[in-house]
């Protein structure tokens, strides 16, 4: 008989998550977990709602209801404070309490100061936390941090696993419903073939977390595949290795073993360096052929001295040869960027969204750099002094936690904001033909823009506005007030110039004037100056206070609740579901709906002096 009999898993959900239905966990980890000791136990549980604030009353209620002796619980840097929420309702309630994952790994001292935390497991889980569940908490177990007469103890350090075929596929069949899907059934899930990374980015935590790479042979890969496979229901699938092409003939044995056994109805995601995208080449064809629709190139900053610093071993040859042979073979290629270096400055920052749209990319998520713990970054930061936050619920991405020799936290919100708008550079607005097409192309990339900026949570509505505004009118300068391009072939002869309106008060706005000349388009932005009236315009007027309020109206528990169900209408078109019809009823949409018309029906009104 095991020492601990009756188990509870959970992954602490992000504090804050980016507005992208991808990001929601799959807790694939402690599905890991889980499978290790399957056999062992008598019983292993999970809470409802694992992915957002319900978790806590569900882990209260659970607690309560079944036998349970230890609560592990799996954490990242952005989830510590939830985690620690977590593991005091879990002490509360009696049990053994285990953590694990990033954070720990990285601070198992910090980690075991609670007191509601008894073992910390530091690194790669499964079998670590499988001889701690037979045999309880002792100097035996490798890979464990516990306290013991008032001093943290260290076992010896537990290895790798190198034959990673060997790992149980994770229990799926443990997660809890998630927004009307079965656990094994979730129509966005991860899989992970390989673990470890060839490299060691300053900023990046994998490598001390699972060291060196290690592929997953072709064949148990794609069993796995096979049970995720449904014919009738096309999934995202995540294949969310740190570098899924390190090995190119492994991946291409996959491909052939997908097509093979007609595995091939997912819409695939993955990420990998450029350079071994551009050593994939002659297997596009094929990985395409089994869905892959999307590729995240970590290409983080056109400066090659930022690059060394960062030990980024990119060749910007190789990112744009990378890109052009996604668009060749109609895969997508998403760069990655982080803004933020010390050593970087507001000109430097300026240049990331031109240089991002040279390089042919037409998606591209700007973050801040963000120190995790555990990394060089981290360290060299530190050292700099320039962690101005260790307010873990911030470490996302997303909100600044830290400056520059030159700029300041607010500083890089407001190239946060800048670097999104001017990638966008109205690009979709110039093949517009209508003044309803203009404004509603207006509206969705503002939308987007606000629900990204609700990530940092210590932006109000009117920060999130002004941080808006202030982008656009740095746009205008930046393009002397005036973007041009050929005409599309989707481009019809406009009788007459469309024009639209971005007002912030009465006395700040931004007028937006789409007309041709010649064969080309021509987008016009005018600033009115501080002080004077707003003419008459003849088209729509965006109240931008009003769309801000609009946007932040709906919790990010709904908005992520839309977006997944998106999702599967994206892969999907033309069925409706059950899902689909529970969002078109939920009252707080339908209130944010009403809320959207008469946004949309309100920048019709003519413009007027009055704010």
């Known amino acids: 008989m095991a020492y601990f009999n009756h188990l509870c898993l959970v992954e602490a959900p992000q504090t804050i998550i980016a507005p992208f239905p991808r990001f929601i966990t799959d807790c694939i980890g402690v599905c890991y977990l889980a499978a290790a000791v399957e056999h062992d136990v008598e019983s292993i549980v999970m809470p409802e709602n694992f992915y957002n604030e319900g978790i806590f ?280 960027f982080i803004i933020g270096h010390y050593t970087e400055t507001i000109d430097d920052t300026l240049v990331y969204p031109d240089f991002a749209r040279s390089l042919g990319l037409r998606q591209a998520l700007f973050m801040i750099m963000t120190p995790y713990p555990g990394t060089g970054i981290f360290k060299e930061y530190k050292e700099e002094g320039k962690i101005c936050s260790f307010d873990w619920d911030f470490y996302n991405n997303y909100c600044p936690v830290i400056e520059t020799r030159t700029m300041t936290s607010a500083t890089l919100v407001d190239m946060l904001a800048y670097c999104n708008i001017a990638f966008n550079r109205y690009r979709s607005v110039m093949k517009r033909n209508s003044p309803r097409e203009l404004l509603l192309n207006f509206l969705i990339d503002l939308f987007q823009l606000c629900f990204l900026m609700r990530v940092n949570k210590n932006l109000n509505t009117g920060q999130i506005t002004d941080l808006i505004f202030k982008a656009l009118q740095r746009l205008l300068e930046h393009e002397h007030g005036e973007i041009e391009q050929a005409a599309l072939p989707s481009c019809k002869p406009l009788p007459q110039p469309l024009t639209l309106r971005i007002r912030r008060s009465s006395t700040k706005s931004i007028t937006f004037t789409l007309q041709e000349r010649g064969a080309n388009r021509v987008l016009t932005m005018t600033a009115q100056q501080a002080g004077a009236t707003l003419p008459s315009i003849d088209g729509p007027e965006i109240r931008l206070d009003k769309l801000v309020e609009c946007a932040c109206s709906l919790s990010m528990e709904t908005l992520m609740s839309a977006l997944y169900r998106n999702e599967w209408l994206r892969n999907n078109p033309g069925r409706i579901t059950g899902q689909i019809l529970s969002i078109l009823t939920d009252t707080e949409i339908l209130r944010f709906g009403a809320r959207l018309v008469a946004l949309y029906l309100g920048t019709w009104r003519k413009s007027n002096n009055k704010s």
């Open 57 to 336: 009353d569900s882990l209260r209620a659970l607690l309560k209801k079944k036998p349970v002796d230890l609560v592990a619980i799996s954490s990242m840097t952005g989830a510590f404070n939830q985690a620690e929420r977590l593991a005091k309702i879990a002490k509360e309630a009696g049990a053994f309490v285990v953590m694990g994952g990033f954070h720990p790994t990285a601070l198992p001292e910090e980690v075991l100061k609670l007191s509601c935390v008894d073992v910390v497991v530091i690194g790669e889980g499964e079998e670590t936390f499988r001889e701690l569940v037979l045999n309880g908490p002792s100097r035996a177990v490798k890979g464990l941090a516990y306290r013991e007469n008032g001093a943290i103890i260290y076992t010896e350090p537990r290895p790798t696993i190198q034959n990673i075929d060997s790992i149980r596929f994770p229990m799926r069949s443990l997660r809890p419903s998630r927004y009307g899907e079965k656990g094994d059934a979730y129509s966005i899930d991860t899989i992970y073939t390989s673990r470890g990374c060839p490299w060691s980015c300053s900023f990046c935590a994998n490598d001390q977390m699972h060291k060196g790479w290690r592929g997953r042979s072709a064949e148990n890969v794609v069993e796995e595949i096979a049970l995720l496979h449904d014919p009738k229901n096309k999934k995202l699938l995540k294949i969310w290795d740190a570098n899924f092409l390190t090995n190119i003939g492994r991946a291409e044995k996959i491909c052939d073993l997908m097509i093979e056994r007609g595995l091939t109805n997912f819409r695939i995601m993955t990420e990998t360096r450029a350079k071994d995208l551009v050593r994939a080449e002659r297997i596009l064809g094929k990985l395409h052929q089994i869905g892959l629709s999307k590729v995240g190139l970590g290409i983080e900053s056109p400066n090659e001295a930022t690059l060394a610093l960062m030990n980024k071993k990119n060749s910007l040859g190789d990112v744009s040869k990378a890109i052009t042979l996604c668009r060749e073979h109609n895969i997508g290629a998403e760069g990655y």
